[in-house]
C-alpha cells in the first residue's frame, strides 16, 4: 500500500494513465463499435503531441521552479479567458482526428466492406450541418435560395422566383410569419441548454476544488462568486458560460437553419468553419514540432562550440533565409501531387492523399521557419557560455555535451517556449496567405484558408456573398487572438528580464 502512494507521488504515473488510456481508446473502440479506425498519419502525430504535453505536465507539476512561471500565467485574467477560448479549439481539433469509416450492408458477401467516407467524431456531433446539403447559395438563416431561378408552374407558365429550401426553416408552413419566432424559441432552448450544462460543469469543478482545498462546497462558491481565488476561476466560469450558450445556440438552430448559410454547392458554411479548425490547429503544432530540433540543435551548437562549427551554420541559415519560402513550398507541394499521381495505390481514400500533403506543407513550413530561433539561440548560448558556472564545469573537465544538456539548454528553453507560443498564430495564418495562393493544403481539405479562396469570386457576385469569409475570418481571428493573449502571458512569465522589471 505503500509502494502505490509512492508511486502515486511520482511525477509520470498520472500522464502516464492518462496517455495509456487516451490510445487504448483510440484502438479498442473503433472495433467495438462496428467500424475501421482510420490513422492518418497527422493524426498519429497530433496524439503523440498530446502525450508529449500530458507528460511534460506532469513534469512540470514536479519542479517548484518550473512551476512558477506556470503559476503566474493562470493567475492572469486575461490568459485564462483566452484559455477558455482556446480549449473549444482545441477539443473541436481532436475530435475532427478521431477517423473511422462506417460498414456497409454485407448483402451476403462474407467479408466485411466499409465506406469509403471518411468520417470523424467531430462529423458525428455535427451530422445535422454535414447532411443537410441545399442545392446552392442561401444566405445566413434563410428559407429561400439566395437567386432567383427559373421556375415552371402548373399551368405551363415559366416564373423567376427564390425557392424553398430542402432544410433551412423545412418545417415552417408560413416562413414570412414564422421564422423569427421560430428562431428566438430555438435560441432560447440553446440558452437554456448551455446554462443548464455549465451550472453541472461548474458545480462538479467546484466541488473537486473544495475537495482538494478541503474546504466546504459553499465556501469555495462563495470565494468563486467574490473573485477571492489565486486563479481568477469567476472569469473562467463567465467565459465559459457565453462560450457554452454560443455552442448550444448554433447547434440547436442548426437542426432547421444554415446559421451562417451555404455555400455553391449547399454546404453548410458553419460546418466548413468548424471543420476547418483542424487544419490550422495542425499547422500550427505540427509545424513546430519539425522546427524545434532544427532550431535547438543547431542555435545551441553555433554558439556553445563557435569557430568553424559556427560559420557554417551561419552560412547555412543565412542561405535558407535568402530562399524565398513560397517558392520552396510550391516546389515541394508540386512534388508531392507528382509523387500521390504516380502511386494512387498507396492510398485508399482521397482523405489520405489530402492529409499527405497537409504533411507536407508542415513539413517543409518547418524547415523554412526555424531560422529565426536558431539566431536567437545562437545569441543566449554565445553569453551563456562565458558566465561562471559554465566555466567551472569546463574547469572541473565535464564533458560539452553534458554541459550543454544540464546547463546551457534549460537556460535557453524559456526563448524556445516564448518563440514557439507566438509563432503559432502566425503559422495560422500562413495556410491561409497560401492556399489563398494556390500553394496551402489540398483544395479538398476544409480550411480557413480554402474558404477565403473561394470568397474571392463570390465577391465579385451581385449581390455579394459574404458569408464564407466574415465566417473563416471571425474563427481565425478568434483562434490568433486567444493564441496571441495566452502568447502574451507565456513571455510575461518567463522571460527573465520582464521579471525582473514586475
Given at each position: 500500500?505503500r509502494?502505490?502512494?509512492?508511486?502515486?507521488r511520482?511525477?509520470?504515473?498520472?500522464?502516464?494513465?492518462?496517455?495509456?488510456?487516451?490510445w487504448l481508446?483510440l484502438?479498442a473502440?473503433?472495433?467495438?463499435?462496428?467500424?475501421?479506425?482510420?490513422y492518418?498519419d497527422?493524426?498519429?502525430?497530433?496524439?503523440?503531441l498530446?502525450?508529449?504535453?500530458l507528460l511534460?505536465?506532469g513534469?512540470?507539476?514536479?519542479?517548484?521552479?518550473?512551476?512558477?512561471?506556470?503559476?503566474?500565467?493562470?493567475?492572469q485574467?486575461?490568459?485564462?479567458?483566452?484559455?477558455?477560448?482556446l480549449?473549444?479549439f482545441?477539443?473541436?481539433?481532436?475530435l475532427?482526428?478521431v477517423?473511422?469509416?462506417?460498414?456497409?450492408?454485407?448483402?451476403g458477401?462474407?467479408q466485411q466492406?466499409?465506406?469509403?467516407?471518411?468520417?470523424?467524431?467531430?462529423?458525428?456531433?455535427?451530422?445535422d450541418?454535414?447532411?443537410?446539403?441545399?442545392?446552392?447559395?442561401?444566405?445566413?438563416?434563410a428559407?429561400h435560395l439566395?437567386?432567383k431561378?427559373?421556375?415552371?408552374?402548373?399551368?405551363?407558365?415559366?416564373?423567376?422566383?427564390?425557392?424553398?429550401?430542402?432544410?433551412?426553416?423545412?418545417?415552417?408552413?408560413?416562413?414570412?410569419?414564422?421564422?423569427?419566432?421560430?428562431?428566438r424559441?430555438?435560441?432560447?432552448r440553446?440558452?437554456?441548454v448551455?446554462?443548464?450544462?455549465w451550472?453541472?460543469?461548474s458545480?462538479?469543478?467546484?466541488?473537486?476544488?473544495?475537495?482538494?482545498?478541503?474546504q466546504?462546497?459553499a465556501?469555495?462558491?462563495k470565494?468563486?462568486?467574490?473573485?477571492d481565488t489565486d486563479?481568477?476561476w469567476?472569469?473562467?466560469?463567465?467565459?465559459?458560460?457565453?462560450?457554452?450558450?454560443?455552442?448550444a445556440?448554433?447547434?440547436?438552430?442548426s437542426?432547421?437553419?444554415h446559421?451562417?448559410?451555404?455555400?455553391k454547392?449547399?454546404?453548410?458554411?458553419l460546418?466548413?468553419?468548424i471543420k476547418s479548425?483542424r487544419?490550422?490547429?495542425?499547422?500550427?503544432?505540427?509545424?513546430?514540432?519539425?522546427?524545434?530540433?532544427?532550431?535547438?540543435?543547431?542555435g545551441v551548437?553555433?554558439g556553445?562550440?563557435?569557430?568553424?562549427?559556427?560559420?557554417?551554420?551561419?552560412?547555412?541559415?543565412?542561405?535558407?533565409s535568402?530562399?524565398?519560402?513560397?517558392?520552396?513550398?510550391?516546389?515541394a507541394i508540386l512534388s508531392?501531387?507528382?509523387?500521390?499521381?504516380?502511386h494512387?495505390?498507396?492510398?485508399?481514400?482521397?482523405?489520405?492523399?489530402?492529409?499527405?500533403?497537409?504533411l507536407?506543407?508542415?513539413?517543409?513550413?518547418?524547415?523554412?521557419?526555424w531560422?529565426?530561433?536558431?539566431?536567437l539561440?545562437?545569441?543566449?548560448?554565445?553569453?551563456?557560455?562565458?558566465?561562471?558556472?559554465?566555466?567551472?564545469?569546463t574547469?572541473?573537465g565535464?564533458?560539452?555535451?553534458t554541459?550543454?544538456?544540464?546547463?546551457?539548454?534549460?537556460n535557453?528553453?524559456?526563448i524556445?517556449?516564448?518563440?514557439v507560443?507566438?509563432?503559432?498564430s502566425?503559422?495560422?495564418?500562413?495556410e491561409?496567405?497560401?492556399?489563398?495562393i494556390g500553394?496551402?493544403?489540398d483544395?479538398s481539405?476544409?480550411?480557413?484558408?480554402?474558404?477565403?479562396?473561394?470568397a474571392?469570386l463570390?465577391l465579385a457576385?451581385d449581390?455579394?456573398?459574404w458569408?464564407?469569409?466574415?465566417?473563416?475570418f471571425?474563427l481565425?481571428f478568434?483562434?490568433?487572438l486567444?493564441a496571441?493573449l495566452?502568447?502574451d502571458?507565456v513571455?510575461?512569465?518567463?522571460d527573465?528580464?520582464?521579471?525582473e522589471?514586475?
Open positions: 500500500m509502494a502505490m502512494i509512492q508511486l502515486h511520482q511525477f509520470w504515473f498520472w500522464p502516464l494513465l492518462l496517455i495509456a488510456g487516451l481508446a484502438l473502440l473503433p472495433p467495438l463499435a462496428g467500424v475501421k479506425a482510420v492518418l497527422t493524426d498519429k502525430l497530433i496524439f503523440l498530446v502525450s508529449g504535453v511534460l505536465a513534469y512540470i507539476r514536479s519542479r517548484e521552479h518550473l512551476r512558477g512561471p506556470w503559476r503566474h500565467i493562470f493567475r485574467r486575461r490568459a485564462m479567458i483566452a484559455l477558455v477560448v480549449l473549444f482545441i477539443v473541436c481539433g481532436l475532427d482526428s477517423h473511422f469509416r462506417k460498414p456497409l450492408p454485407s448483402q458477401v462474407t466492406r466499409y465506406s469509403v467516407k471518411v468520417l470523424s467524431l467531430l462529423d458525428i456531433l455535427l451530422d450541418m454535414r447532411r443537410n446539403v441545399e442545392k446552392t447559395y442561401s444566405a445566413p438563416l428559407t439566395f437567386a431561378e427559373t421556375v415552371t408552374l402548373e399551368n405551363g407558365d415559366v416564373e423567376r422566383r427564390y425557392v424553398r429550401l430542402k432544410y433551412g426553416g423545412r418545417d415552417l408552413t408560413d416562413p414570412a410569419s414564422q421564422k423569427w419566432p421560430n428562431i424559441d430555438l435560441a432560447t440553446g440558452v437554456v448551455g446554462a443548464i450544462i451550472l453541472v460543469l458545480a462538479g469543478l467546484t466541488a473537486i476544488f473544495a475537495r482538494h482545498q478541503r466546504p462546497v465556501v469555495m462558491a470565494r468563486v462568486y467574490r473573485g486563479i481568477p469567476r472569469s473562467i466560469y463567465l467565459s465559459l458560460l457565453l462560450m457554452l450558450i454560443l455552442l445556440v448554433l447547434l440547436t438552430l437542426t432547421e437553419y446559421v451562417l448559410g451555404t455555400d454547392v449547399g454546404q453548410d458554411v460546418y466548413q468553419s479548425i487544419t490550422g490547429l495542425v499547422i500550427g503544432t505540427l509545424t513546430t514540432l519539425v522546427m524545434l530540433p532544427f532550431a535547438i540543435v543547431l551548437m553555433a556553445y562550440f563557435r569557430s568553424w562549427v559556427d560559420d557554417v551554420i551561419q552560412y547555412l541559415y543565412t542561405t535558407l535568402s530562399i524565398p519560402g513560397v517558392l520552396l513550398i510550391a516546389a508531392i501531387q507528382v509523387y500521390i499521381a504516380n494512387p495505390a498507396l492510398f485508399e481514400t482521397a482523405l489520405d492523399r489530402a492529409d499527405l500533403r497537409l507536407a506543407l508542415c513539413v517543409i513550413l518547418g524547415i523554412t521557419s531560422t529565426t530561433l536558431c539566431r539561440l545562437r545569441g543566449e548560448t554565445l553569453k551563456l557560455r562565458e558566465m561562471e558556472y559554465i566555466q567551472a564545469a574547469a572541473l565535464v564533458g560539452q555535451f554541459i550543454l544538456g544540464r546547463h546551457v539548454l534549460p535557453v528553453m524559456h524556445v517556449l516564448i518563440i507560443v507566438l509563432d503559432f502566425s503559422l495560422v495564418l500562413a491561409a496567405v497560401l492556399s489563398y500553394v496551402g493544403v483544395p481539405t476544409l480550411s480557413w484558408g480554402n474558404m477565403i479562396n473561394g474571392r463570390e457576385r449581390p455579394v456573398v458569408w464564407s469569409l466574415v465566417a473563416a471571425c481565425m478568434s483562434l490568433v486567444a496571441n495566452f502568447a502571458a513571455r510575461d512569465a518567463f527573465p528580464r520582464l521579471r522589471q514586475g
